[in-house]
Nanobody, 126 residues
């Protein structure tokens, strides 16, 4: 069974940085997509970024382009999200998610993803 465990959330001031981590276990065979999503209070879950194991390509939401960077360390089975220039509107619970049997550029449409972590809270103070 695939399991994902996020860490690295916290409280940071506007303009600050955080790095989220997601340790993944129980991979299925074949190519996959893995990504970060977030949900703010009273809002729907939205895609932030994803990375494809097929070709290493990445996808970002327009709201985080140029500020967030997704990466992975396959030897450690860990996904990262480096978040810089944080804004109060980035405040949310951040989740990592895994989509098996995925090829080509990944999508940040949350309904596609099968496995989810428990989330980590990110709070950006103004």
């Amino acid at each position: 069974e695939v399991q994902l465990v996020e860490s690295g959330g916290g409280l940071v001031q506007t303009g600050g940085s955080l790095r989220l981590s997601c340790v993944v276990s129980g991979f299925t065979f074949g190519d996959y997509a893995i990504g970060w999503f977030r949900q703010a209070p009273g809002k729907e879950r939205e895609g932030v970024s994803c990375i494809s194991s097929d070709d290493g390509s990445t996808t970002y939401a327009d709201s985080v382009k140029g500020r967030f960077t997704i990466s992975s360390d396959n030897a450690k089975n860990t996904l990262y999200l480096q978040m810089d220039s944080l804004k109060p509107e980035d405040t949310a619970v951040y989740y990592c998610a895994y989509l098996p049997r995925s090829w080509g550029p990944c999508s940040i449409l949350s309904s596609l993803y099968d496995y989810w972590g428990q989330g980590t809270q990110v709070t950006v103070s103004s």
